[in-house]
Structure formats: structure tokens, C-alpha cells
């Protein structure tokens, strides 16, 4: 089972790119990298998933190098709204689609 | 087009007792997968339901059971209530088993005291 690490916390100012990197060292060939954003008192909301290389979406870059050992969330221009916990996941190899969570990234974006 | 819903929103139960919480996935979904959150942790997977079957189970003891009906609607049932079982507990819906891009509810805030 890949074991992901990241920033426990994170700051940042409204209008800032804010980049997280999560540590994936023991992905399989057949995981992929997925992110979710949770607020308080709310479910996990996806944001983004990729496998290899880079991926965008109307919400945000994810950027993950040759050798899938990490992988980076990107949020353009952040704003208050974006404060939140971003969870960095590894799919579980083997079928299904079980997710695993870390304790993820406090994200406090201020004015 | 309603997202996934849970209920209660709230409950607060006595050690011992018995909890049955419930789920209704996003419309065009069959799968649902039930998650338990404690305060400041990252949710953590109970078990998954898909074709009215249990297909996969996290580490939680059989005291946590569960079913899936045939409008794929499901329920999480929680027997001999501990201080532990404290938590958000969340469902989470997708589109057959593989989709790791799950939509999930508001949750139910347990308190067990």
C-alpha cells in the first residue's frame, strides 16, 4: 500500500499560486495520484486526478515527474474561499476504488 | 440532480446501544462506500457496496455492518456503541466500483457518550 506524505499546514495570501507536494515513493505501476479538498463539517470534494505528467482542470494543475514519486497540487490565485484540508491519495492497486487518507494539508489563505 | 444525502445529520447514542445511519447516492450512481472521520483525521474507509454486495472492508470490527438496497440506496449499522465510535461518518457514492472520483455526503455526526 503507497504511504503518501505532505505539509501538515500551508499559508498563503489571496491571489498567490500555492503549490503542495505529496511523497508517493512506493506508487505502483497501476496507481494513480488523485487529490480532494475538504471543508469543515463537509464531505471530501474531488479535485483532480492524473497519472503521469500533467493534468488541468477549471480548478487546478496537477503536475507529477517521470519517476511518479511525488506529484504536486497547484491552486492559481487562491482566495479565502480556498482554505481548506487537500488530501493527497494513491489508489489502491488490485481493483476497487477504496480510498485512503491521510491527515492531509491545512491549507489558511488570508487577505 | 440531488447529490448524495445522509441522515440524521446529528445523533447522539449511549454506550452499548446500536446506530443505523443512512445513505442515498447521487442519482446515476450504484456504488456507495461508507468512511468513518475523527476529529482532525483523514476519513478512513469501512467498507464499500456494490450490486447490493460488501465488495471490500477497511480494518473496523464486525460490530460495523452494513447493506445495499436494491435502489442502491445503503445503510451502516453500528452495534454495541463505544466512546470510540465518535466520529463523522460519511458515505460516498461513484459509478461502478472503479471510479476514484467519489462524490460525498455531509456526513452524520456521531457522539456516543
Known amino acids: 500500500l503507497a504511504k503518501t506524505t505532505q505539509p501538515i499546514s500551508m499559508d498563503s495570501y489571496e491571489g498567490q499560486e500555492v503549490n503542495i507536494t505529496c511523497s508517493h515513493n512506493n506508487i505502483a505501476t497501476n496507481d494513480y495520484i488523485t487529490w480532494y479538498q475538504q471543508f469543515p463539517s463537509q464531505g471530501p470534494r474531488f479535485i483532480i486526478q492524473?497519472?503521469?505528467t500533467k493534468v488541468t482542470n477549471e480548478v487546478a494543475s496537477l503536475f507529477i515527474p517521470a519517476d511518479r514519486k511525488s506529484s504536486t497540487l497547484s491552486l492559481p490565485r487562491v482566495s479565502l474561499s480556498d482554505t481548506a484540508v487537500y488530501y493527497c491519495l494513491v489508489a489502491v492497486t488490485g481493483g476497487g476504488n477504496k480510498l485512503t487518507f491521510g491527515t492531509g494539508t491545512q491549507l489558511k489563505v488570508e487577505l | 440532480d440531488a447529490g448524495v444525502t445522509q441522515s440524521p445529520t446529528h445523533l447522539i447514542k449511549t454506550r452499548g446501544q446500536q446506530v443505523t445511519l443512512r445513505c442515498s447516492p447521487k442519482s446515476g450512481h450504484d456504488t456507495v462506500s461508507w468512511y468513518q472521520q475523527a476529529l482532525g483525521q483523514g476519513p478512513q474507509f469501512i467498507f464499500q457496496?456494490?450490486?447490493?454486495?460488501?465488495?471490500q472492508r477497511g480494518n473496523f470490527p464486525d460490530r460495523f455492518s452494513g447493506h445495499q438496497f436494491p435502489n442502491y440506496s445503503s445503510e451502516l449499522n453500528v452495534n454495541a456503541l463505544l466512546l470510540g465510535d465518535s466520529a463523522l461518518y460519511l458515505c460516498?457514492?461513484?459509478?461502478?466500483?472503479?471510479?476514484?472520483?467519489?462524490?460525498f455526503g455531509p456526513g452524520t455526526r456521531l457522539t456516543v457518550t
Open positions: 492524473g497519472y503521469k
Open positions: 460516498a457514492s461513484s459509478y461502478r466500483d472503479v471510479s476514484y472520483e467519489q462524490y
Open positions: 457496496y456494490y450490486e447490493e454486495e460488501e465488495r
